[in-house]
């Protein structure tokens, strides 16, 4: 998740492509206008008069609905009132529960290298049963041995 400036930052720049959006459908819906000497019908159907009038309230609705989101996320942010006290009680807090974190995670790394030398250890011992399986002539020569 991003912070909260980035957050403002990427909102902000929504508002604009909505406001971009916005004039881009006004372009594209408005009636002509009327030049003298210069006639061009520009009457619009019923059907075009309906899109235009819903894009209008999409915009609207949009526009308004980011422009909420903004105001909530300056509120969001930290005043200048807050005190360098605050800030470094904050970051002590931060630091506290960084070294916990870390901490643990020294406790499962250890952990994890106890289990590894177990399963190297176990891959050892097949690996040589495997091999004197291979040769049983080696096996009844250290049985002999040990009963002697």
Do not use: W
């Amino acid at each position: 998740m991003a912070d909260r400036l980035t957050q403002l930052q990427d909102t902000i720049n929504q508002q604009a492509e909505h406001f971009c959006n916005s004039i881009g459908i006004l372009q594209q819906f408005s009636t002509p206008s009327k030049f003298p000497g210069f006639d061009r019908s520009g009457s619009q159907t019923p059907q075009q008069q309906q899109n235009q009038e819903d894009y209008a309230v999409l915009f609207a609705t949009l526009i308004s609905r980011c422009a909420k989101d903004i105001d909530t996320l300056i509120e969001s942010l930290p005043s200048e009132e807050s005190s360098t006290e605050l800030q470094v009680q904050s970051l002590r807090r931060l630091e506290a529960e960084n070294k916990e974190a870390a901490e643990q995670l020294e406790e499962v790394v250890r952990q994890g290298e106890i289990l590894l030398e177990k399963i190297q250890g176990a891959l050892s011992d097949i690996a040589q049963c495997q091999l004197d399986m291979q040769n049983p002539a080696l096996i009844l020569n250290k049985d002999v041995k040990s009963q002697l």
